[in-house]
């Protein structure tokens, strides 16, 4: 099992689509304030469909009540400013996969602190800063799956 964690999520279709996705593949979903809509918010259940029920989703005040109720993780950061791949690491199960906001991504002193940790999802055109959120969360929630073959324990 993973953990997909996105830090001050702003768009609600964003983190539906993350939701649905977790759901699919048994991965918990931890939510950190400040966040940019209300979780009743239409669009982030309509994006996310039927799955609700079958989410593991856990909420957090701030950063700092994150990291203190998941104590002992090991945690990967994706970040466009990162050096090395999402995919020249290996992820132990219960692994965290941390996700900042889709309009600057994760707060800056994460860069001075977890800079070892940080990967990046490389992109070969030259006008794009990034891709779409979810789309960066399936890419390496798949990868982490792949390399502990937990895709294959169906």
Sequence with gaps: MFNIVLVEPEI???????????????????????MGFKIDDKKLKRAGL???????????D?????????KGGEFFYFTTK???????????DNAYLVFGRESAGLPQEFYEKYRDRMRIIPM???????????NSVSIA???AMRQTRSIWDK
């Design 124 to 134: 070969p055109g030259e006008f794009f800063r990034s891709i779409n959120l979810a």
């Design 62 to 70: 701030s950063t700092e009540d994150f990291f203190e109720k998941n």
């Design 82 to 92: 990162a050096v090395n791949r999402h995919s020249d690491v290996e992820y132990p």
């Design 141 to 143: 929630l798949y990868e």
């Design 12 to 34: 609600p279709q964003n983190t539906g689509n993350i939701a649905r996705t977790c759901a699919a593949t048994n991965t918990i979903l931890h939510l950190v304030e400040p």
């Design 50 to 60: 039927d799955y609700w029920h079958f989410l593991d989703i856990r909420y957090y």
